[in-house]
């Protein structure tokens, strides 16, 4: 937790409303995001019991499994939430762009857009990923087949979860989450994690301060949970009756269908208030404008889709249960290069980010006094445009004579730190070096060396490429790691006995 | 009766002292150095009913699919006198699997001293066969009151060693669980090894007879079939013992404590608010997962940096109210010395802040 952070949420204890902590949104939001809403069995490993589908606030579908514990029915929801997120994934698979690669002697395509998932909580993350790994490894043909769909919901599930832990990707996105990293409350990260309590500080009803909003919303009388956990006292005074009541009309179709009417009943208003509140963030979100980088990490998300898209098209497999060694180091050290770049662009694209690296004496801000556009260095072999100019700051500049600095406003160009030069009166001025983004020629074209009275912030933090690393290839595995891979029989599917009771 | 005992009965009022239990007991571990929870807790105060009394009832309530499920798995694990059981724990300990067991089960309607004596018996007169324990009877000091403890749970003695099984439903899969549930299971299991181990060296046998390996068996994936783990509770069993020592030492605590404070339910609820004030918490948004009076205590340290978590009050220079917080911010107040560093912070922060909401370049 960063001061300025921290000191937003005191501020927000004091005004009893959350307080910003970003200036623009830092994740790409898509048009037409589905929100998924689930609802897990209480007790059960991740059996679905509902969900709340749909990529419009109007266009909600509910989803109910009337006996959670029966596989079939299991498989039925699996079955029906694929006909919905396979559907929608399809959508995205219209139209291709051009992207140049390899220095632009080459093109490859990608989609357009991406399909883009909303869940409330980082629970519902994890409900996705289990969920997925219950169903990728199924089939639709041998002893206890399953609908075609299913194994292949699986796999996209999966490749959605392992998204969401690349920094940066919005892909599929926990609304939590997205609602925190632009707003701070005042109250603890726990509590954060309680959607409606969230939008209680966010957005309180009127003539409430954001504090007595949220403690309305942990009343699970008044405000459900947003899942996929159940309300216990809902689980027993409600649902177990009225599963009850389901059971025993077996063999008979009209008490049957009165029995799941109500269960419907009883799901639909559990999961609706939900469902509401994720609109609502989406609705919050979208009143920020988008960073400059978000799309750019978009990019990053289609180029996965697309991807993914052609390797199941090609009859790709389902992801294995566990990466092995040399998949899972590649796997770490991109998700670092990710999580490095990602908080330097978040940094850059917005000034409130930027100002935690301010205080930690990373960056500071501060007035060109002097600039020298024409200075040409010809110590050399030959001739180099090596512009200088003067900055004035009022902060702390805690960087070193020589230190490589860098500026949002012209990302290409480098500033190496020439001279510091305290002032009596707590300024002080920095002398700074500038080499690239100017060109190739012995004169700076307009505009890329920055002109006296340009205030301009300054950082130590680089936004470029990070080169990638050297990993051995599978059958090179080092033996620290516990060499290659045997080829050993094929690991049973690793469900146990699909047959099994499940009561 | 004590001095001690005496006031804590005080402090209780006119009902016998709650039942603790391993989960209350783990619970313990959780804030030790909380004094009112510590005294709550010694004097066996039923907090879930006080909670309630004061207008801010808990909310730990269980499913009964979680409970049926449960009890459906244990069952089944312990089906057929335990052959089951015995073969995943003999080959998860890596030692042969015996060809049989004996099987007590000590569970029943006997009363207490009894049982205990039973299992006293059973678990230190025979030989060093396989055997496996069904409900056995502990007994554990805490805060100078013997406290009886009943689990579902099955200790094995095998290759000469005792270990703790606990089953539990919540799913292993692919060799992963949920890491809350699994440290819950860990301290609870450690409460147990702590007891079985008093109770070997109370008879004169090595307490290390206990393996501090305890078996958590499972079911596997999204099935119900049982898979063993084996979890090592070495460091729950430190932290049990340093809270369980803490409260043998309640004299000191109640120092601490008001004369006349009382938590008796009997008692109008205002006046119980009141006595509740007096006796100093320190509460953590950890609390609300672990504590039952954890609701009343939050809205007590609302205006505090420490309900908004430790990070935060960190970040903040240490501060304890936000009002302060805010005011060293403004620069209204001047810091006191041992404030100035975390004064001159909060003033940057705040104008920093200031400067990027108004548009700064970033």
């Known amino acids: 937790m960063s001061t300025l952070r921290a000191l937003a949420k005191a501020q927000a204890v004091a005004a009893g409303l959350a307080q910003p902590v970003a200036t623009v949104r830092h994740l790409h939001l898509s048009d037409r995001p589905l929100v998924v809403v689930p609802l897990a069995m209480a007790g059960e490993a991740n059996a679905p019991l509902a969900a709340m589908v749909g990529a419009a606030r109007d266009e909600a579908r509910l989803l109910v499994v009337p006996q959670p514990r029966n596989r079939d029915q299991r498989f039925a929801f699996a079955a029906e939430l694929a006909g919905i ?130 403690a309305w919303a942990e009343d699970p009388e008044v405000c459900p949970p947003a899942g996929p956990a159940t309300d216990p006292d809902f689980d027993n005074r409600r649902l177990a009756p009225a599963m009850a009541a389901y059971v025993e009309a077996d063999g008979d179709p009209a008490a049957r269908s009165a029995a799941y009417a109500e269960l419907e009943r009883l799901l639909r208003g559990q999961l609706t208030p939900t469902w509401e509140l994720m609109w609502r963030g989406v609705g919050l979100l979208r009143a920020l404008p988008s960073g400059a980088r978000v799309a750019g990490r978009w990019d990053g998300d289609k180029d996965a889709f697309t991807g993914y898209a052609e390797y199941v098209d090609d009859g790709g497999g389902p992801q294995p249960r566990r990466d092995g060694a040399v998949a899972a180091a590649v796997r770490l050290h991109r998700l670092e290069r990710a999580l490095t770049s990602y908080a330097v662009q978040r940094a ?20 060109v006094t002097l600039a020298d556009p024409k200075r040409v260095d010809d110590t050399g072999k030959r001739p180099v445009l090596r512009p200088r100019i003067q900055v004035v700051t009022t902060e702390p500049v805690l960087v070193p004579v020589g230190a490589t600095l860098y500026s949002p406003a012209r990302p290409g160009q480098k500033a190496k730190v020439v001279f510091l030069t305290p002032g009596a009166d707590g300024k002080t001025e920095v002398v700074l070096e500038l080499s690239g983004g100017m060109g190739r020629g012995l004169t700076a074209p307009p505009g890329t060396v920055p002109e006296v009275g340009e205030r301009l912030c300054f950082t130590t933090l680089s936004d470029a490429f990070l080169p990638a690393g050297n990993f051995p290839a599978t059958e090179e595995t080092p033996w620290t790691h516990g060499g290659p891979p045997t080829v050993g029989p094929v690991p049973e599917s690793g469900d146990g006995d699909p047959a099994e009771e499940w009561t | 009766m004590t001095d001690t005992a005496q006031r804590l009965a005080e402090i209780r009022g006119g009902v016998p002292p709650r039942r603790h239990n391993a989960r209350t ?17 010694s004097a066996g105060v039923d907090k879930p009913k006080l909670a309630e009394r004061i207008g801010f009832p808990a909310r730990f309530g269980q499913s009964r699919f979680a409970i049926t499920r449960g009890n459906a798995f244990e069952a089944q694990v312990k089906a057929d006198g335990g052959t089951e059981l015995l073969r995943l724990v003999a080959e998860r300990l890596g030692v042969p699997v015996p060809a049989g067991a004996t099987w007590t089960d000590l569970g029943g309607a006997e009363d207490l001293p009894d049982r205990h004596e039973r299992f006293r018996a059973a678990l230190t007169g025979g030989g060093d066969e396989p055997a496996l324990f069904d409900h056995p009877l502990l007994g554990l000091d805490v805060a100078g009151r013997r406290v009886h403890l009943e689990p579902d749970l099955v200790a094995a003695r095998l290759g000469g060693r005792f270990h703790v099984v606990e089953i539990k439903s919540f799913p292993v899969i692919d060799g992963q669980a949920d890491p809350a549930k699994v440290s819950a299971a860990a301290i609870q299991s450690a409460v147990y090894v702590l007891a079985l181990r008093e109770l070997l060296a109370a008879e004169g046998h090595d307490p290390e007879l206990v393996s501090h390996e305890v078996v958590l068996v499972c079911p596997r994936d999204f099935a119900n079939r049982p898979v063993a783990s084996l979890l090592d509770v070495r460091k729950q069993l430190l932290v049990l013992r340093r809270q369980l020592d803490r409260m043998d030492r309640i004299e000191d605590l109640l120092g601490d404590v008001p004369a006349g404070f009382t938590a008796d339910l009997a008692a109008d609820p205002a006046a119980l608010t009141a006595a509740l004030s007096g006796v100093p918490a320190r509460y953590a948004p950890e609390c609300l997962a672990a504590c039952e009076l954890a609701y009343f205590c939050r809205h007590e340290a609302r205006g505090h940096t420490t309900a908004l978590g430790r990070p935060v009050r960190e970040a903040l220079g240490g501060i304890a109210d936000v009002g302060e917080v805010l005011a060293l911010a403004d620069g209204v107040r001047a810091s006191d010395p041992e404030q100035a560093e975390a004064g001159a912070l909060l003033r940057a922060a705040a104008r920093l802040r200031a400067d990027a909401l108004a548009g700064s370049p970033s």
């Open chain 1, 85 to 214: 997120v396979l559907l929608y994934l399809d959508s995205f698979r219209g139209v291709s762009e051009a992207v140049p690669v390899d220095r632009g002697k080459d093109v490859r395509y990608r989609y357009v857009d991406a399909p883009q998932l909303l869940v409330p909580n980082p629970a519902g993350i994890t409900f996705l990923r289990l969920f997925g790994r219950s169903t990728r490894f199924r089939r639709p043909d041998g002893d206890y087949p399953v609908h075609p769909s299913v194994p292949l919901l699986g796999r996209w599930l999966t490749f959605f979860a392992e998204r969401a832990e690349h920094p940066g990707s919005a892909a599929l996105v926990a609304m939590t989450e997205a609602l925190t990293l632009h707003w701070a409350t005042g109250q603890s990260a726990v509590e954060d994690l309680h959607l409606p309590a969230l939008l209680g500080w966010l957005d309180p009803p009127p003539g409430s301060i954001g504090a007595e909003a949220a």
């Open chain 1, 348 to 367: 850059y694209d917005d000034p409130l980010v930027m100002a935690e690296h301010r205080l930690t004496g990373e960056a500071f801000v501060g007035d």
């Open chain 2, 25 to 41: 007991i783990a619970a313990l571990t959780g804030n030790p150095g909380c004094t009112r929870r510590a005294v709550l807790d």
